[in-house]
């Protein structure tokens, strides 16, 4: 399948790129945009489930884009994405992340 979408780098960096871009706080870079979205936690939840990621670099990933100040949240989802971000961020005080949770978020998001 071929997206027409611009690259997202909240989905398409590498984890320590993904770090590194993020500490350089800039809007954007090339053709990335710096707007966290549903979809972009969506995609990442569904590499999971396809087994392209593992449940580590998934909760690696969240706590990064938690941890950072700078990363840009969509408006009108802002709180489902924080919700979203702390339990995936979280699992040690929230669920556990597996098949059964993951559903449950994309159930969320697609709501």
């Not at 993904?18 to 590499?47: F, H, T």
């Amino acid at each position: 399948m071929i997206s027409t979408r611009k690259a997202n780098p909240f989905t398409s960096l590498g984890l320590d790129e993904l770090r590194r871009w993020l500490e350089q706080s800039q809007a954007s870079v090339g053709d990335y945009s710096c707007v966290l979205s549903l979809d972009a936690i969506e995609v990442m939840l569904e590499r999971f489930l396809s087994r392209a990621i593992d449940v580590e670099s998934l909760v690696e990933w969240a706590n990064i884009l938690d941890a950072n100040e700078h990363t840009e949240v969509a408006e009108g989802d802002r709180d489902l994405i924080a919700q979203l971000l702390f339990e995936l961020a979280s699992p040690e005080i929230n669920d556990e992340i597996n098949d059964a949770t993951v559903y449950s978020m994309l159930s969320r998001i697609r709501a």
